[in-house]
């Protein structure tokens, strides 16, 4: 007799409409700030993973607004919601042990790394019939510990970067370390084990790196259909996410199967190549439409690969 005890399965999440004075109070206050597309793609974020923006159980940052070529969005959630959008699902279950943490003496920094952490490890466990099978989330220190430059006065005396960083001594990230990282890497194991709810969506914790306009750290996952066209005339876009952690980024059409090709083949573990084809799935059925033979192609070119590495 089987011991397996049937989980109870939730009663199907029904996505919530709003009437247009709610929709003008979303908009002026957890996603002020949002273009229109920006802001269609939070209310389908919203509906698709069942988190309420009255109750701020999601809600909406963008960096860098007044610059269109670095303008960012994220969209974002406390780990709870990402826990309780896994949870509908009826398939997940959190790990009874606790966080692993990777230390390092020669990592120790007493301005950025007090305590020399490395990264933390999160496990969650996703069901597939009667069995469980572990989704590892892994963060690392150095990828998500918000560091700020420092700045002094040079020989003239005006304030100047000095190519120094620091923590902020007074921030969550340094008065519990283990707390803040250990939500990122189960964020990330999180996502990686529901990617249709979840994909897009960040907690706070993953975004309080700085955003700069040189190199923002902020990552957004939409899957829009296809960006508009800029000019009349201008070549079709595809959103492509290349790495965990990296911000989404517009390919045009005619040169992802290229990319792909590139990126397809630099990868070296298989799971990394699996989360990166199930993440762009959207993006890869968008080119499919766009040009047959490159979806197509890009398929192959992943299958290919994911049977060289496996042997």
């Not at 990592?107 to 466990?125: H, I, L, Q, W, Y």
């Not at 005006?158 to 120094?164: A, H, Q």
């Amino acid at each position: 007799m089987s011991n397996v005890v049937p989980l109870q399965m939730p009663a199907p999440l029904r996505p919530r409409d709003y009437d247009p004075a709610q929709l003008s109070l979303i908009r002026r206050t957890v996603a002020a700030d949002t273009t229109p597309d920006e802001f269609n793609m939070f209310i389908e974020i919203a509906k698709r993973a069942g988190l309420d923006p009255f109750r701020k159980q999601l809600y909406c940052l963008v960096y860098s607004k007044d610059n269109a070529e670095k303008r960012k969005v994220a969209f974002i959630t406390g780990i709870d919601g990402f826990r309780a959008v896994a949870a509908r699902n009826g398939d997940y279950r959190p790990d009874n042990d606790e966080p692993v943490f990777v230390t390092d003496d020669a990592a120790k920094d007493p301005e950025t790394n007090p305590r020399g952490f490395v990264k933390a490890t999160v496990k969650a466990f996703k069901r597939h019939g009667n069995e469980w099978h572990p989704v590892v989330g892994v963060a690392y220190w150095n990828e998500f510990a918000p560091l700020k430059e420092i700045w002094a006065p040079n020989e003239s005396g005006k304030r100047v970067p000095t190519g120094r960083f620091e923590i902020d001594k007074k921030g969550n990230w340094y008065r519990m370390p283990h707390v803040m990282l250990a939500k990122c890497a189960e964020a990330q194991a999180l996502r990686k084990g529901w990617p249709e709810d979840l994909s897009g969506i960040y907690s706070p914790e993953e975004m309080e790196q700085p955003m700069t306009d040189i190199t923002p750290t902020d990552a957004i996952a939409q899957f829009e259909q296809e960006k508009r066209l800029k000019l009349v005339g201008a070549t079709r876009s595809v959103p492509i996410i290349w790495k965990v952690g990296d911000p989404i980024v517009y390919v045009p059409a005619g040169q992802l199967y290229d990319e792909a090709a590139k990126h397809i083949a630099s990868v070296e573990i298989a799971a990394e190549l699996k989360w990166w084809r199930e993440t762009n799935s959207a993006g890869i059925r968008e080119l499919w439409a766009i040009s047959k033979s490159d979806g197509l192609g890009v398929n192959k070119l992943y299958e290919d690969r994911l049977k060289a590495l496996a042997g």
